[in-house]
Antibody, heavy 118, light 108 residues
Framework: QVHLVQSGAEVKKPGASVKVSCKTSGYTFTGYHVHWVRQAPGQGLEWMGW????????IYAQRFQGRVTMTRDASINTAYMALTRLKSDDTAVYYC???????????WGQGTLVTVSS | DIQMTQSPSTLSASVGDRVTITCRAS??????LAWYQQKPGRAPKLLISKASDLESGVPSRFSGSGFGTEFTLTISSLQPDDFATYFC??????????FGGGTKVEIK
């Protein structure tokens, strides 16, 4: 079975950085893009970008350009999302999701709560 | 970027009701639209892809339709397990996904 397991909750101070991991299993890691989506408390879903695990190519949503970096380590089937210069409105649950061509994001991690507070 | 507008934002209904949620795209997305169900504290769950293809294991009371810019999700007879928030997502663009704002289905 396909599984995406994310790292645990984080508490950060404004201005700090965070790095969330997404360990995958049950499929060929390099065969599917991994997308990152976040959800602020009580709010909707916000797409952040994707990484192609095969070659490391990335596309980021414009509003996160310059602050987000998505990477991967194919040797351990893991994708990462790092966000810098954190602000209080970056407080959200961050999800990784596997994208399947023609279907959309059909497998999701459990989410990682990142709290930004002084 | 493609903007997705979902309505209503909240819907109050009773068990057994027929429920319809609408999603509009700012430009044509063919049928590259998915619907998700999300319950509190949980990740979204894919219900429907390609506007009308039901995912395996999803009850047949869920259906989707539409093409281009107008899409609907219908629940033919609302069940207690269906009270949740629903999101549409376009995946027409190779460069970016985008989501509707969500529809919370509440108990009337």
């Amino acid at each position: 079975q396909v599984h995406l397991v994310q790292s645990g909750a984080e508490v950060k101070k404004p201005g700090a950085s965070v790095k969330v991991s997404c360990k995958t299993s049950g499929y060929t890691f390099t065969g599917y893009h991994v997308h990152w989506v976040r959800q602020a408390p009580g709010q909707g879903l916000e797409w952040m970008g994707w990484i192609n695990p095969k070659n490391g190519d990335t596309i980021y949503a414009q509003r996160f350009q310059g602050r987000v970096t998505m990477t991967r380590d194919a040797s351990i089937n893991t994708a990462y999302m790092a966000l810098t210069r954190l602000k209080s409105d970056d407080t959200a649950v961050y999800y990784c999701a596997r994208y399947t061509l023609g279907l959309g994001t059909n497998f999701w991690g459990q989410g990682t709560l990142v709290t930004v507070s002084s | 970027d493609i903007q997705m507008t979902q309505s209503p934002s909240t819907l109050s209904a009773s068990v057994g009701d027929r429920v319809t949620i609408t999603c509009r795209a700012s430009e044509s997305i063919n049928t590259w639209l998915a619907w998700y169900q999300q319950k509190p504290g949980r990740a979204p769950k894919l219900l429907i892809s390609k506007a009308s293809d039901l995912e395996s294991g999803v009850p047949s009371r869920f259906s989707g339709s539409g093409f281009g810019t107008e899409f609907t999700l219908t629940i033919s007879s609302l069940q207690p397990d269906d009270f949740a928030t629903y999101f549409c997502q376009q995946y027409n663009s190779y460069f970016a996904l985008s989501f509707g704002g969500g529809t919370k289905v509440e108990i009337k």
